[in-house]
Nanobody, 126 residues
Framework: QVQLVESGGGLVQPGGSLRLSCLAS????????MGWFRQAPGKEREFVAA????????YYSDSVKGRFTISRDNAENTVNLQMNSLKFEDTAVYYC???????????????????WGQGTQVTVSS
């Protein structure tokens, strides 16, 4: 069983930065596409970013493109989300997720992610 644990959330002022990390427990022997999702109060969970097992294929939502950067380190079983130029609208619980569905011509859709972390709160406030 795969367990995912997010860290790095917190309170930050608009324009500030945070770096989220997701650690997969144990050593993962099979390739996984990793993704970040977020859910704001009163809204449905939405896609943020995804990265293929090799790191060669990356997807971003339009709302974060140019501000967020997703990366991974398979040797450490981690995936990161560097969040810059944060806005009030970025306030949400951020979830790390994993799927065995390869990232190819299209990113895996939300229901294809079979492993989810507990989430970490990101609050952007002045």
């Amino acid at each position: 069983q795969v367990q995912l644990v997010e860290s790095g959330g917190g309170l930050v002022q608009p324009g500030g930065s945070l770096r989220l990390s997701c650690l997969a427990s144990g050593r993962i022997s099979s390739p996984y596409t990793m993704g970040w999702f977020r859910q704001a109060p009163g809204k449905e969970r939405e896609f943020v970013a995804a990265i293929s097992w090799s790191g060669a294929i990356i997807y971003y939502s339009d709302s974060v493109k140019g501000r967020f950067t997703i990366s991974r380190d398979n040797a450490e079983n981690t995936v990161n989300l560097q969040m810059n130029s944060l806005k009030f609208e970025d306030t949400a619980v951020y979830y790390c997720a994993a799927t065995r569905t390869p990232a190819q011509a299209m990113r895996p859709i939300q229901h294809e992610y079979t492993y989810w972390g507990q989430g970490t709160q990101v609050t952007v406030s002045s």
